[in-house]
Each structure stands twice: as structure tokens, then as C-alpha cells.
């Protein structure tokens, strides 16, 4: 959705120009679409059924109970008024307290945010290299049976959902071989070893959930690469097969490549929420989801705008570098 | 007779010794006595229903994992024993007099807050009146609603005034939310009186404690530490109790107990009775307006089929009637009322009701509810009642559908006596009355017991209370579900406490680990 943002006609500006214009738009553009987002979310939770108060109290609620608990929370006041001043605290960087908890929102984002970064950094390590090394020995093998092998295996990856692969990995390496915990509670004050082996299991479901995905789409992009008449000319060039693979078709290739290997990212960040319910892992996604069933507005609009902001920059590094990997585009053509 | 008085204060005594005479002889006294509680370890429990929004003020525990929580760094006034008995805890001794209008309760001496600080009574004006602040949104504060005056009538001595006699008051004060923090102090800071002091508390995520040198009760807090983890997921505390990462969990799902059962290394702890599951009919509100309607549906719900299929067996037969088989005023004469298509079918053609009755159901009334409803359609039909089961969202459930909608799903835990659920849900003004059955003889019942000093009179008061509720009632309630939870072999101590999970939510400074 951010391409359409990002290919209007530079002019004749020179590469670093084009690169750095770009960026501004986008920052720019980005910070509207985070304003917009944030009202969106806001009138999105108001239109839920029940509120703050009710939600809480669940089925202790009685009308008296409400009524104290809405004055406790300011919940008295106007939904208008409430958002602009919750946008008056952001624009100075202070997302506020919970509703619920009186926790300082900052502080408890930042810890849920460094651990979501934690797993999806990890899992990033370890999927991109494999990915592109599955991607790149299909096409160098293209057609063979390590093809159709690699093929089989990674679309079986894709199509096993999260909560069943995590399961059966619970089942073999904690249950049965008793190698690996099954729960991924991480803390502050554990060392960086003990962290490491409390996220494997869900390191290892993520990995199988965004493989089959990137490495696909490393094989496509570089077949249709490998399709211009260029590599064709470079073969009866007398180049070897992976030096062609290597200097003709990867360079024309990391553009789509580096593109779905960022939209996976992007889902690591937002969409863990059911590998952390099934690992017990304190990441932001859960921390989100008990806060929209619990209607606390700021913290689900600091969430959101946190992840938003993520995403919207993850898009605008993919741009950058595709226009910085492909000399097409740099130059202008 | 001995009175109430001098009886409690024998057995408090009872206690205090037991407590001061040593282990050792008492083991060697003994020879089959059990081997006496090891120190040390780390405890790692798993509970569910956790929430990036909970809080250590009691006034905003709604669900076990701060009930659970909680009960490590504070304490309460009075505890349920392993038999239902209250018995002393902060409160050493008291006694009432004026019929159960004036209580006395003699607050527990030398006993340290966290900080260091010693408890007084004043100590206990604060907390409970905590609950009782016009502004509080605490769940109890119902039960301090009768309460007239509160104060310190002594250094360690606390005198309650209510407006009407309630001879079971102290009972009341059993509830997990009733515990103590120093005067002046916010309880979110954790500073109790408990077996463990708090070391960090991450909402939604874990509480770690670690354990209380100078606890006053040398028969608690035996492991060194306790991390309480949130694990909202039920197949991942099974997974973690059984690859060893957790040594407690609790709501074991009933339809994999029976695997977890034949596992060596795992026990299963079976509390009976912990929960009802309701189905309220609003009374107002055809057909429950009509007594015929409401015997119809009764005799049309096929009890132990849902207690098999939607419970493993993990239940016991419910027969309308609120009042747990724990209590001791439950009367186990009633007949049980069979599943009867015949007499449901008479009673709905006399209740003369046309068109379906929509029944709404969701999860979160209780678990299993859905599959219980599509069970209970299946039964009504054979009766020739046309039941519509509606699915509703959970979220907001309480709000939008519970005392909303003419029939629904509920569930209500045990509570510390018959009259607390009573005047809760079924008496004409309580606040959450989910049926709307309103029937003033009913309310006097209710009142008399509460105020009856005479034991035998006041248990033929609860014998026509139930009657009257199985009889009449707009609230069916097929069942009575157990509480499972579940340990590695090496924990011991782990008690049941009737009607209270988790060794009466006081596990962690119960249990000692074993090898």
C-alpha cells in the first residue's frame, strides 16, 4: 500500500536528492496516516459495546459500581476532549497511564516493545539467511528434485498454522525429549543465555510460519530475473551458472526480495499474538489484545501507534534500499 | 453449651500451641506422622485468567490470578480450614453478642507488616474501610453495606457494629479481598503481614516474591521463592506442568484430565463443588412469569448428560438449588429432579407458551456453556419446547446480554456462607438478582436465618429457603462444577479447601517441595 506513496516522478534530480526527498515525504505522510490511525483506533474502541468501567468490573457491575469506577477512570468526561488530550500528552512524548492499572504507559510499552523486538529480530536472524539460501539453491537447481524437495517442504511450512506447529513442538521438545521449556516467560534479570533457550520453541514456530513465504518469493523473483535477455547474454558469455546468479541476477532481484522479506518483519511485529498466548511470551501483542478487551483506550493507542509507526518505517527501509540496490531507479531512466 | 465465645477462643489457643511445640516432637511422638515440611526451593506456579490490567488492590481482584496472588503478600482476618471451618488468622479470637449485632474481634499481637512495621487495629480500620469508601467499586463492599460502626476499641481490638443481626458475619470476612495493609498505606505498594514479600509484580506477565523471615505463622511459607506466571492459555499450562517448567496450575481443562490423571509424575487436585453453572430465566418475562414454565424447563434439562458431556464427569448434580452441598445448611433431602420430557411436556402445555424461546449463550457465562445450551435444546425438543439457542459474543456479555436478555448463562463461585449468595443474586433487591424472581416471603426467610442465634431453627429456615428456591425459582442450575488443578508429585502440603481453589488461594505458603 506505502509503493503507491513512494513512486511519483523525482524529476531529474540526482540519486542522494531523490533518496533523501523521498524519505521526507514519506516521513511526512507517515505522520498523518499515524494521526489518522490513532482517531480510527479511537472512535474504532468507542463504538465497542460497553466501555472501560463494565469491562472491568465484568460481572460484578452493578450500576453503582459503574458509575465509581467511570468517575475514578475520567471516563465522565467527553470522548472528544478525552482524545485530544491524550494527543496533547503524545505530540510531547508521554503516552499517558493506563486506565486500568495506573501504570505508566511509556514504561510498560517500552518493556512488552523490547522483548516483541527481541523475538522478531531473533526470528529475522534466523529465517532471512535460510530463506534466500532455500531461494537461491531452488533456482540454481531449478527444476531438479532439491527444487520440488525445497518446494514441498516450505509450502508444508506455510500451510501448518501457528498454534499447531507450536503445539507439536511443545509436544516433541518439551514433552517428549524434555530439551527445550515450554513456556517463554523472558525478565529483565535473566542472562542472555538462559534467554536464547526460552525462545527457541518460538523462534523455531516463527520461522517455520514466514519461511515458506520468503524463500518463494526469493525463487520467484530471481527466476523472473533470470527471464531477461541480459542473463541470456551473459551465459553464452561463457559466465559459470553461479557467478551469473550471483552478479547478474541477485542485483536485479533484491528489490521484491528485500520487499517480502520486510512485509514478514512487519507481520513478527503485529501478528505474534497467538505464539505468544501459546509460549506465555510477554510481548506487545498480548499486552494489546488484553488491553482492547479491557477498552484501556491509551494503552491500545500507544500500542497501536507504536506498531503503526514500526511498520510505516519498515516500508520506508524497503523503498530506500530498493531504490539504493536497483541503479535503474537511482539514475532515473 | 459452650457459648461461641469461649469456644473459638479454645480452639485459637489449640492452634498457638500446636504452632510453638516443635516439628521434631511432634514427628517422634508419631511414628507414622508425615515427614514435616522441607524448607527451601523455588515454586513456580501457572494460573490463567490474568490481565496486563490487574492490580494489587483487593478492591480490583475479579479473578484467580489475584486472588492467588494477593493471598502471598497479605492476610486476611479469618481463613476456611481444610474442613470449612473459619478459623483464626490475623484475628486471633473474637465473639458477638446483641443476637450477631456487635462484633469483637482481638487482633493477632506481634505480628510485622514487610516494612516492619506492627499490626494494630488501626491497621484493619483502614483496609476494610478501604472496600467501604463511597467511591470504592470493590467488589465486597456489599458485604460491609449492613456495617453501622468500625473502630479501634483497644490497641488490638476492633469492635463492628451492624445495622441488622447477622450471626455469620465473621464468615464474610474469610472473603480473599478482606486483608490487611498498614494504615495509610496504598495496597498497591504490597506491604501485608503475608508469608512472602513482594519482589517485583508485572501485570499480565508474573509476580516473583521471595520468602518473609519474620512471618508470624511458623506453619507457613515453607520454598524460599514463588514466581507466579500468567498463562492464560490451558494447553500451555498443561504443557509446561508436565515438561516441568511450572510445579502448579489450576483450571485443568476436563476434557484431558483423564490423560493427565495416569501420569506419574502429576497429581491431580479434585475440589468438589467449587462453582455453579446457571441458566436465569427472567421472571418477569414470559415463560417465566408463569410457575408452569419454569417446572416445564426444570424437568426438560437432561442434568447428568451435560455433567458427562460438557464436563468430563468433573461435576455433580445441581438441583436449582444455590446453596453449595459444602455448606452446612445444605439440605440433602430435597428429591433430585430427574430429567422428565413427559411432565416438562405437561407443565409447558399448561404454562400455555407459544412461540421459541431464545436462549443466549456464550463462554463467558461459563465455560462450556454453548455446548451445554445446544445439549439442553436437544432434551427440551424431545418435550416438545422449541428452545432457540443464540450465540452471543463474550465480550461484553455482562453488559449487553446477563439480566438483559430472558434467558442466559451464568455461573456463580461458593461463597463463604449460604446467606452471602442468597442475598447476592436471589433475594428481591440484591444486586445482581439474575432472574428476577422477586418474592418477598422469600426476603423475610433470608433475613430470619441470618439473624437466628438458635442453630436448629435456623437450618429448618434454610431447609423451606431451599425448598421455595428448588420449587419455585426462575434460575435453573443443572450442576455443580469441581475445581481441577493439578501438581507435580514432588509438592506437598497441597490441600483442599472447600469451595476455595488453590488450598483456599493460599497454596504458595502451604506447599513445600519434596526432592
Wanted: charged letters at 15%; aromatic letters at 8%; hydrophobic letters at 45%.
Amino acid at each position: 500500500m506505502f509503493m503507491a506513496l513512494t513512486l511519483p516522478f523525482f524529476g531529474r534530480a540526482t540519486g542522494r536528492n531523490r533518496l533523501t526527498s523521498m524519505i521526507a515525504r514519506r516521513l511526512v505522510a507517515g505522520l498523518l496516516m499515524l494521526l489518522a490511525i490513532s482517531l480510527l483506533i479511537f472512535a474504532g474502541l468507542n463504538l465497542l459495546p460497553g466501555d472501560t468501567a463494565t469491562a472491568i468490573l465484568g460481572q460484578s457491575a452493578t450500576p453503582a459500581a459503574v458509575q465509581a469506577l467511570k468517575l475514578q477512570l475520567g471516563l465522565d468526561q467527553p470522548a472528544g476532549w478525552r482524545y485530544l488530550h491524550w494527543l496533547g500528552g503524545v505530540v510531547q512524548g508521554d503516552f499517558g497511564v493506563s486506565l486500568t492499572s495506573r501504570e505508566n504507559i511509556s514504561v510498560a510499552l517500552w518493556e512488552r516493545l523490547k522483548n516483541t523486538l527481541f523475538l522478531a529480530g531473533s526470528t529475522a536472524l534466523v529465517a532471512v539467511p535460510v530463506a534466500l539460501t532455500i531461494g537461491f539453491v531452488s533456482v540454481r537447481f531449478h527444476g531438479g528434485w532439491v527444487d520440488t524437495l525445497l518446494n514441498l517442504l516450505t509450502r508444508a511450512a506455510v500451510a501448518l498454522p501457528e498454534f499447531f506447529s507450536g503445539y507439536l513442538l511443545i509436544f516433541i521438545f518439551s514433552m517428549s525429549l524434555a530439551w527445550l521449556p515450554s513456556n517463554s516467560s523472558v525478565q529483565v534479570d535473566m542472562p542472555v543465555s538462559a534467554r536464547l533457550m526460552a525462545i527457541t520453541l518460538p523462534v523455531l514456530t516463527l520461522v517455520l510460519a514466514v519461511l515458506g513465504h520468503m524463500s518463494n518469493m526469493t525463487r520467484a523473483a530471481l527466476l523472473s530475473a533470470q527471464r531477461s535477455s541480459y542473463i541470456d547474454t551473459a551465459v553464452l558469455k561463457g559466465l559459470s551458472p553461479m557467478r551469473v546468479l550471483w552478479r547478474h541476477v541477485l542485483p536485479n532481484a533484491w528489490g521484491p526480495i528485500i520487499n517480502v522479506i520486510v512485509l514478514n518483519m512487519a507481520y513478527l511485529m503485529v501478528g505474534v499474538v497467538i505464539v505468544e498466548n501459546v509460549f506465555v511470551y510477554p510481548g506487545l501483542g498480548q499486552y494489546m489484545v488484553d488491553s482492547i478487551s479491557k477498552r484501556d483506550i491509551p494503552v491500545v493507542q500507544g500500542c497501536a501507534l507504536v506498531l503503526s509507526a514500526v511498520y510505516i518505517l519498515l516500508n520506508l527501509f524497503a523503498d530506500a534500499v530498493a531504490l539504493l540496490t536497483n541503479p535503474r531507479i537511482r539514475h532515473g531512466t | 453449651m459452650i457459648d461461641r465465645r469461649s469456644f473459638i477462643k479454645g480452639t485459637g489457643a489449640i492452634a498457638m500451641t500446636a504452632a510453638m511445640t516443635s516439628s521434631w516432637s511432634l514427628s517422634s511422638a508419631f511414628a507414622d506422622e508425615p515427614a514435616p515440611p522441607k524448607k527451601g526451593g523455588h515454586l513456580i506456579i501457572g494460573l490463567d485468567n490474568a490481565s496486563t490490567t490487574d492490580r494489587l488492590d483487593p478492591a480490583f481482584w475479579f479473578e484467580s490470578w489475584m486472588y492467588f496472588t494477593g493471598s502471598q503478600l497479605f492476610n486476611a482476618l479469618v481463613e476456611i480450614d481444610d474442613k470449612g471451618e473459619i478459623v483464626p488468622s490475623l484475628a486471633e479470637s473474637w465473639s458477638s453478642s446483641e443476637g450477631g449485632r456487635k462484633w469483637v474481634l482481638n487482633i493477632r499481637k506481634s505480628v510485622q507488616f514487610h516494612d516492619g512495621r506492627s499490626l494494630s487495629a488501626k491497621d484493619v480500620i483502614w483496609s476494610l474501610n478501604h472496600h467501604r469508601d463511597e467511591k470504592s467499586s470493590s467488589p465486597v463492599k456489599g458485604y460491609l453495606e449492613p456495617v453501622t460502626g468500625l473502630a479501634a476499641t483497644g490497641e488490638h481490638e476492633v469492635t463492628i457494629t451492624l445495622g441488622e443481626p447477622n450471626v455469620e458475619f465473621i464468615s464474610l470476612l474469610s472473603a480473599v479481598h478482606f486483608v490487611i495493609t498498614a494504615e495509610n498505606e496504598a495496597f498497591e505498594k504490597g506491604i501485608g503481614t503475608g508469608a512472602f514479600i513482594l519482589e517485583s509484580f508485572q501485570p499480565g506477565v508474573r509476580m516473583l516474591v521471595k520468602r518473609n523471615p519474620n512471618h508470624w505463622n511458623p506453619e507457613r511459607g515453607h520454598v524460599d521463592s514463588v514466581e507466579t506466571l500468567a498463562m492464560n492459555d490451558s494447553t500451555a499450562r498443561v504443557a509446561a506442568l508436565i515438561s516441568g517448567s511450572v510445579q502448579i496450575i489450576n483450571r485443568v481443562n476436563p476434557r484431558i484430565v483423564g490423560r493427565i490423571e495416569k501420569m506419574p509424575s502429576i497429581q491431580l487436585v479434585r475440589d468438589k463443588d467449587s462453582q455453579i453453572f446457571t441458566l436465569p430465566g427472567l421472571a418477569n418475562l414470559a415463560p417465566f412469569t408463569s410457575l408452569d414454565g419454569r417446572l416445564a424447563l426444570k424437568y426438560a434439562v437432561d442434568r447428568q448428560q451435560m455433567i458427562d458431556t460438557v464436563l468430563g464427569g468433573y461435576a455433580s448434580l445441581g438441583n436449582d438449588n444455590p446453596v453449595f452441598p459444602s455448606s452446612k445448611y445444605f439440605s440433602r433431602d430435597i428429591p433430585q429432579r430427574p430429567y422428565d420430557p413427559d411432565r416438562a411436556r405437561f407443565h409447558w402445555q399448561k404454562a400455555g407458551f407459544d412461540g421459541p424461546l431464545v436462549l443466549s449463550a456464550a463462554d463467558a457465562g461459563f465455560p462450556g456453556a454453548v455446548d451445554a445450551a445446544q445439549l439442553y435444546q436437544q432434551s427440551a425438543k424431545k418435550a416438545g419446547i422449541v428452545l432457540n439457542v443464540e450465540r452471543v459474543p463474550d465480550d461484553a456479555f455482562w453488559t449487553d446480554t446477563w439480566l438483559k436478555k430472558p434467558f442466559c448463562t451464568s455461573n456463580w463461585g461458593a461463597r463463604p456462607t449460604a446467606d452471602a449468595l442468597l442475598s447476592l443474586v436471589f433475594t428481591s433487591n440484591a444486586p445482581w438478582n439474575e432472574s428476577a424472581w422477586r418474592v418477598p416471603a422469600f426476603d423475610q426467610l433470608v433475613k430470619a436465618a441470618r439473624g437466628e442465634t438458635d442453630e436448629v431453627k435456623r437450618r429448618q429456615i434454610y431447609h423451606d429457603v431451599q425448598v421455595m428456591l428448588v420449587d419455585q425459582g426462575s434460575e435453573i442450575i443443572p450442576l455443580y462444577a469441581d475445581a481441577l488443578s493439578a501438581t507435580r508429585k514432588n509438592v506437598r502440603g497441597f490441600t483442599s479447601v472447600p469451595g476455595v481453589p488453590l488450598s483456599g488461594n493460599r497454596a504458595a505458603e502451604k506447599v513445600w517441595l519434596e526432592g
